[in-house]
C-alpha cells in the first residue's frame, strides 16, 4: 500500500528525478541499440584507427577503428541486462538468506549467521574467477558472481533488520490472532522489510555495473562478442596516456549510470522509510556496500 | 616442443612484404642501433631490465614456459651449443664441434676452465651424465628432441660424442635449447629457486613478484659480463611498463607494445629498437572438427581476414601465411595462397553449405582484445558469427591441448623451428597429411641443411595450402633501451635475452 | 557474557572448518591443474601423470583434504605446489605490502569521510552541505581503474610527484621510498572509498541528530555541536567502527585489480595469480587465512557491539 504512488514521490526527489531520468535514458539508449547505431559496433576500420571526436565518428574511434559512439551505444544493453540481473538474482540470495538467518529456529539461524560470515569473505572477484574459471568469462561469470557475493552482503545487512520486525508487535500480534506463518509473512512481515530489500535491489544494481567494469578488466567478464563499457573501458584504458580522450566516454557512462543507481537507492530509501528522522537505530540503509578493488 | 608467449608485443608498423623483412632480419642491419652511451661502460653498474611474464619457479629442466629460457639460458645456464639472436647455431661450451658426414656421429671439444657456480669444474663426464638423464627421464624437458641419439660417449675429459640411430637435422638446435644445458653431475641444488649453471651471471636472488636478480661470475671461463649485476623486474601491465621506464626505474623495458611506443621513442633518451622473432600468431583450426574438417570453410575463413590490415592494428608484426617464419629455415613467402578476398570466402561458405555460421574462437585471456575484436568484424562481413571465449591458461590447456575440446584458437606460439607439429597428426590441430608427415620425416633425416630446408619449405606449402591454420602474423619485438645501454640484444628477445655482452655507461 | 563468549568463539572455529572445506572443494572444481602447467604443451600425458603423483594429486580427494587439514592445525599451511616455499612465508611477504595499503587507504578515506560526512550532515539543506554530498555521491561512483590511472596520468606523468607503478625491491628497508609507491594506489581507493563511506557518515550523523539524547544535551544547556560529539559521536564512531571493519577485510582480500594497475605485489595479485596457474595449496593456504581474517573481525566487532550496546542483544 505505501508503494502506490512511488514513482511520484520519487520523482519529486531531486535524487529520484536525476536517478530516473539517468536510468530511462540509459534503457531507451540500449533498446535503441538493437535498431539502430551510427555504425556496426563490430566493424573494424582499421585505417581509421584512434580517430579524434568529430564526423562522422562523433565520439571518436578505438584501436581498431570501431566508432565508440556506437559501441557505447550497444554497451548500454549489456549495463542493463548486467544490472538487472545480478540485481534480482543478488536480491533473490539475500531475501533468501536473510530470511532463513532470521525466521527459523535458533540453531538454523546462528549457523546461516555464520555461514554469512564465510561466503562475506569471498570477495565478488573470487567466486567471478571461479566461475569463469570453469565456464569461461561472461557476463553471466558478472552475474552470477556479483548476485551471490552482494546478495551474502545483502543478507548480511537486513537479516538483523527482518528479525527486528519479525518480533514487533504487530507481527507477533498476527501469529497470536491465528494467521499461518506464511499470511502472516505476506500480511505483516512482507510489507515492512520490502522497503529494505527494494533499496539493496538498487544499490546491487550499481555494484553490478562498477563489477562488470572491474571483471571485463581482468577478463572474466564480457568478451568482444559482447560489447560493454567494462570491456571497452578496459581496452582504452591501456592507451590513456597516448589516446587520453577516448577514454572519457565509456568512464563517463558508467560514472554516470552507477551515480543514477545510487542516488535512486537513496530516493527510494527517502521515500518508503517513514520513520528515516525518528528514532531508528542507524541500521542497513547506508553501510557501505561494496569495497573498491574488490568489484572494480 | 612449444613455448608460449605470455602476451604478444603488439606493436605498430606499417605492412611490408614479409620477404623484405626476412631479409633485414636476417642480415641483423637493422639490428643493434647503438644509442650514444654519454661516457664509458661502466663495470659496476646495475642494469634494470623490464620484462612481462613472470616464471612461475625456476625450475629449467622440469617446468616449461618462455619465460625460463628467455632469461636464464646463456645467462646462468649454458649448452654445448647455442644461437645467436637470428637463430645461427654457434659454439658454446664446446669450443669447436664436428658433425661426420653421414649425419650420424656429434664430436664436441670442450673449452677449458669451465666452472659451475657451485664449484665443480666442466669435464665430459657431467655432459654425459646430463645428457643421459635427459634421454632416460621422460619428465624432462627436451627428452623427445634426443630421440635419435642412442649413445653418449666421453672417449677423453674433453671429447663429447653422440651417436644417432639416424641423421636428425634437428638435433643442433635442439642442443641450443634445453635440451643441451649442461649441469654439474650429482648436483643437487634445487632448481625451483636456485641455479648452478656455468653462465657469465649467477642467481643471486629471485622472489615471486618481485624479480629476478643476477650477479655477474668473476670465475667465468669466457669474456666477463659487460655489467657487475642484472635486476630483472617483471611487469604484466604495458602502460605501467612504460611509466616505470620514463620515471627512470628501468634501463631496458622489452615487448613495449606499439600503440605506447610514441610515448618512449626518444623521450628520456630512450631509443627504440625492433627486432624480428619466431612468435607465429597462430588460428588454429580443429581439423578434426565439423565444420572444420571441410577444407572449404577453413579457405573460407582465412580469405575473410585482411592481414595486411590486421598486421596494421596489431603494430609491431608482419604478415605470415604458413607455418614457417622468417627466421627459421624453409621460409617462403606464401601469401598467394590466401590473399584477402571476402567475396571468394562467401562464395566458399555457399558451395560448402555453411552460410550462417557460427563458430567458437577460444583464446587465453592474457592477449588482449585486439585480434579477438579484428576476427569478430572479418568473420561478421562474410556472414559467420563468432563468439569468443576467454580462459585461463590453465583452462585452455585442458580444454584445447588436451581434450582437443575447441573450434577455433588463437595462441602464440614462440618457438622456433617447431613446424613439426603440423607433421604431428596427435597435435591439438588434428591435421593428419600423410604427404606433410614424410616430407618432414625426410626433411629431419637429410644431412644437408639446404636440401632439408627446400624439403620443409615443400611441406610448409602443402600445409597452408591445406589451411590447416591461419598464421595471423608473426610478432616483432619492440625493446625500449635507454640511455647509456649498449650491446643489448635486439631479436628473438621472447625466447632468448643475452645479457653478457650489454654494458650500461652511468655518467 | 563469557557464555556469549564461549558460543561465539565454538562458532568461529565451525566457521573455519566449514570455510576450509568449501575451499578445498570449490578449488577441486576448476579445470586444468597444476601439472599440465608445469608440463606444459611439451607435455605428454605420461610427464602430467608423474608430476601429479610428486605433488600428491592422484590420492583420494578426503585424503589430501585430512592432509592439508591436518598441517594447518599444527601451523602448517603447506608449500607452493610450484616454486615449493611455504605458504605462510609467501603470504607474510606478500602482506607487507597489501596491509599498509589498506591502512593507508582506510586512514584516507577516514579523513576525507569523516569531517566532510559530519559537515554535510550538520549543513545539510545548505549549498555547502549538498555541493559536498554531490561530489562524494560522483566520487563513489567512478571505477577504481579509471580512477588510478587518472591518478597516474596527473601525478606521476604530468607532475612526476609520485611513482607510476611498482614496489621497491628491498621493500620496507627504504620506508620513504615504500610509502611512495602505495601513496597513489592508497589515494585511489581511499578517495573512492571515502566517498561511500562519507555517505554512511552523513546519514549515521544524521540520525544521531535526530537522536533523544542528543536533545536531552540541548536540554542540558549544550550547545548542538557539544552535544553532538559528546552524545552522538559514540554511537556514529561505533558504527563507523563496524563498517570499517569489514572494509578493511575486504581490502587486503580484494586489491586485485588495483595490484594489477600499479604493479604492487600483495595479496591479491599472488591469489589472482595462483588460482591462474592453479597452485591449489597456494591458494588453499591464502583463502583460509583470509577468511579467517575476516571471520576474526567479524567476531571481535560483534563482541564490541555486545559489549557495548545491549540492545543489540535482542536482534539475536
Not at chain 1, 73 to 84: D, S, Y
Not at chain 3, 284 to 298: D, H, K, P
Amino acid at each position: 500500500m505505501s508503494r502506490m504512488g512511488l514513482p511520484s514521490r520519487l520523482w519529486r526527489l531531486s535524487t529520484g528525478r536525476f536517478g530516473l531520468i539517468v536510468a530511462g535514458v540509459v534503457v531507451l539508449t540500449a533498446l535503441v541499440s538493437l535498431v539502430w547505431t551510427p555504425f556496426d559496433p563490430r566493424t573494424v576500420d582499421i585505417s581509421h584507427r584512434w580517430g579524434l571526436p568529430g564526423w562522422p565518428h562523433v565520439l571518436g574511434t578505438d584501436g581498431t577503428g570501431r566508432d565508440i559512439l556506437s559501441l557505447v551505444m550497444a554497451g548500454a544493453r549489456t549495463t542493463v541486462l548486467v544490472a538487472i540481473g545480478a540485481g534480482l538474482v543478488s536480491t533473490a540470495v539475500g531475501v533468501l538468506l536473510a530470511s532463513i538467518g532470521a525466521l527459523t529456529p535458533r540453531w538454523t539461524r546462528e549457523a546461516v549467521a555464520v555461514l554469512i560470515d564465510i561466503l562475506i569473505a569471498f570477495p565478488v572477484l573470487l567466486i567471478a574467477m571461479m566461475i569463469s574459471s570453469v565456464w569461461g568469462g561472461s557476463l553471466w561469470v558478472v552475474v552470477w558472481s556479483v548476485g551471490i557475493g552482494f546478495g551474502v552482503s545483502i543478507a548480511r545487512v537486513t537479516r538483523p533488520e527482518l528479525r527486528r520486525v519479525s518480533r514487533s508487535d504487530y507481527v507477533l500480534a498476527g501469529r497470536a490472532s491465528g494467521l499461518t506463518a506464511l499470511q502472516n509473512l505476506r500480511r505483516h512481515l512482507l510489507p515492512n522489510v520490502a522497503p529494505v530489500f527494494i533499496v539493496q535491489l538498487s544499490w546491487s544494481m550499481a555494484v553490478a555495473v562498477l563489477a562488470e567494469a572491474g571483471l571485463s578488466y581482468l577478463g572474466f567478464g564480457a568478451s568482444v562478442t559482447e560489447p560493454s563499457w567494462g570491456l571497452l573501458l578496459a581496452d582504452l584504458q591501456q592507451y590513456l596516456q597516448v589516446h587520453p580522450l577516448s577514454v572519457v566516454w565509456p568512464g563517463l557512462a558508467i560514472t554516470l549510470t552507477v551515480l543514477a543507481l545510487n542516488l535512486l537507492g537513496d530516493a527510494l530509501r527517502e521515500a518508503t522509510d517513514p520513520t528515516l528522522r525518528g528514532r531508528h537505530v542507524p541500521g542497513p540503509k547506508a553501510i557501505p556496500h561494496t569495497t573498491p578493488g574488490v568489484v572494480a | 616442443m612449444h613455448s608460449f608467449s605470455s602476451r604478444p608485443a603488439l606493436l605498430r608498423r606499417s605492412a611490408v612484404a614479409g620477404l623484405g623483412i626476412a631479409a633485414l632480419a636476417l642480415a641483423g642491419c637493422t639490428g643493434s642501433p647503438q644509442p650514444g652511451p654519454t661516457g664509458e661502460p661502466d663495470p659496476d653498474a646495475t642494469l634494470r631490465l623490464g620484462l612481462v611474464l613472470e616464471p612461475d619457479n625456476l625450475d629449467i629442466r622440469h617446468t616449461s614456459g618462455a619465460a625460463l629460457e628467455q632469461i636464464l639460458i646463456d645467462n646462468v645456464y649454458e649448452g654445448l651449443v647455442t644461437r645467436t639472436e637470428e637463430n645461427e647455431i654457434v659454439p658454446s661450451l664446446a669450443s669447436e664441434y664436428e658433425v661426420s658426414e653421414d649425419g650420424l656421429t656429434y664430436t664436441f671439444t670442450l673449452n677449458e676452465g669451465v666452472t659451475f657456480h657451485g664449484g665443480g669444474e666442466l669435464t665430459a663426464s657431467d655432459v654425459v651424465e646430463t645428457y643421459n638423464q635427459v634421454r632416460s627421464d621422460e619428465t624432462l624437458i627436451g627428452h623427445d628432441q634426443l630421440a635419435h641419439v642412442v649413445a653418449v660417449d666421453a672417449p677423453d675429459d674433453r671429447t663429447v660424442v653422440l651417436t644417432l640411430d639416424q641423421p636428425d637435422q634437428n638435433l643442433l638446435f635442439a642442443l641450443t635449447g634445453r635440451a643441451g644445458l649442461v649441469f654439474d653431475e650429482g648436483d643437487e641444488t634445487d632448481l625451483k629457486t636456485a641455479a648452478n649453471g656455468t653462465g657469465p651471471f649467477t642467481l643471486a636472488d629471485w622472489s615471486q613478484g618481485d624479480g629476478i636478480t643476477f650477479t655477474r661470475n668473476d670465475e667465468y671461463w669466457g669474456e666477463a659480463a659487460g655489467v657487475a649485476a642484472v635486476e630483472v623486474s617483471y611487469i604484466p601491465d604495458f602502460t605501467a611498463g612504460v611509466n616505470a621506464a620514463l620515471d627512470g626505474s628501468l634501463d631496458v623495458l622489452t615487448a613495449v607494445q606499439a600503440d605506447l611506443a610514441p610515448q618512449l621513442d626518444g623521450q628520456n633518451g630512450f631509443t627504440l629498437t625492433r627486432g624480428a622473432t619466431t612468435d607465429k600468431a597462430t588460428l588454429a583450426f580443429n581439423n578434426q572438427a565439423a565444420p572444420l574438417d571441410d577444407v572449404r570453410v577453413r579457405e573460407a575463413l582465412r580469405l575473410a581476414i585482411d592481414h595486411e590490415a590486421l598486421v596494421e592494428a596489431v603494430g609491431a608484426a608482419t604478415t605470415q601465411y604458413g607455418p614457417i617464419p622468417a627466421l627459421d629455415p624453409g621460409y617462403e613467402d606464401l601469401s598467394d595462397v590466401a590473399p584477402f578476398d571476402p567475396e571468394r570466402a562467401k562464395e566458399l561458405l555457399a558451395e560448402a553449405g555453411q552460410e550462417d555460421l557460427e563458430l567458437e574462437l577460444t583464446i587465453p585471456s592474457f592477449y588482449g582484445t585486439t585480434v579477438s575484436t579484428f576476427l569478430v568484424s572479418a568473420f561478421n562481413d562474410i556472414g559467420v558469427e563468432l563468439k569468443v571465449d576467454p580462459v585461463e591458461f590453465p583452462t585452455w590447456l585442458q580444454d584445447v591441448y588436451t581434450n582437443k575440446d575447441y573450434q577455433l584458437s588463437f595462441v602464440l606460439h614462440v618457438e622456433p623451428r617447431d613446424f613439426g607439429n603440423f607433421a604431428n597428426p596427435d597435435y591439438y590441430f588434428g591435421y593428419d597429411n600423410a604427404e606433410v608427415q614424410e616430407l618432414y620425416a625426410e626433411a629431419t633425416s637429410t644431412v644437408d641443411p639446404d636440401e632439408s630446408a627446400e624439403l620443409l619449405a615443400q611441406a610448409a606449402r602443402i600445409v597452408s595450402e591445406d589451411h590447416a591454420a591461419d598464421w595471423l602474423y608473426t610478432g616483432e619485438t619492440i625493446t625500449a633501451v635507454g640511455p647509456g645501454v649498449a650491446g643489448f640484444p635486439v631479436h628473438s628477445i621472447n625466447s632468448r635475452i643475452d645479457l653478457a655482452a650489454v654494458t650500461l655507461a652511468t655518467e | 557474557m563469557i557464555r556469549y563468549l564461549l558460543t561465539r568463539l565454538t562458532l568461529l572455529a565451525v566457521g573455519l572448518l566449514v570455510a576450509s572445506a568449501l575451499i578445498f572443494t570449490v578449488l577441486r572444481v576448476l579445470p586444468g591443474d597444476v601439472a599440465q602447467l608445469i608440463a606444459g604443451t611439451q607435455g605428454s600425458a605420461a610427464q602430467v601423470a608423474e608430476i601429479r603423483r610428486q605433488l600428491g594429486l592422484d590420492r583420494p580427494l578426503w585424503e589430501q583434504y585430512a592432509d592439508w587439514i591436518g598441517g594447518v592445525l599444527h601451523g602448517d599451511l603447506g608449500v607452493s605446489m610450484l616454486t615449493g616455499s611455504p605458504v605462510a612465508d609467501e603470504l607474510w611477504e606478500k602482506a607487507q605490502v597489501t596491509l599498509p595499503l589498506g591502512i593507508l587507504s582506510m586512514l584516507i578515506a577516514l579523513l576525507i569521510s569523516v569531517p566532510f560526512g559530519v559537515l554535510s550532515a550538520v549543513r545539510r539543506g545548505r549549498a555547502d552541505g549538498t555541493a559536498i554530498s554531490v561530489v562524494s555521491q560522483g566520487l563513489a561512483a567512478v571505477p577504481v581503474v579509471w580512477a588510478g590511472m587518472m591518478l597516474v596520468v596527473l601525478f606521476a606523468v604530468v607532475l612526476g610527484w609520485l611513482p607510476a607503478q611498482g614496489f621497491p625491491r628491498s621493500g620496507w628497508a627504504a620506508p620513504g621510498l615504500a610509502l611512495r609507491s602505495l601513496m597513489l594506489p592508497a589515494l585511489t581507493i581511499g578517495v573512492v572509498e571515502g566517498a561511500m563511506l562519507l555517505r554512511f557518515v552523513r546519514s549515521a550523523t544524521l540520525q544521531a541528530v535526530g537522536q533523544d539524547f542528543v536533545r536531552t544535551g540541548a536540554a542540558k544547556g549544550l550547545t548542538r555541536t557539544q552535544a553532538l560529539i559528546r552524545h552522538g559521536l559514540p554511537s556514529v564512531g561505533l558504527s563507523i567502527v563496524t563498517v570499517l571493519g569489514l572494509q578493511v577485510a575486504g581490502i587486503v582480500v580484494g586489491a586485485v585489480v588495483i595490484e594489477l594497475v600499479f604493479n604492487l605485489p600483495g595479496i591479491g595479485r599472488m591469489l589472482a595469480t595462483d588460482v591462474g596457474s592453479r597452485d591449489l595449496v597456494m591458494v588453499q593456504g591464502e583463502l583460509l587465512v583470509l577468511t579467517g581474517f575476516v571471520l576474526l573481525i567479524g567476531f571481535v566487532v560483534d563482541l564490541v557491539h555486545h559489549a557495548i550496546d545491549p540492545r543489540q542483544r535482542e536482534a539475536g
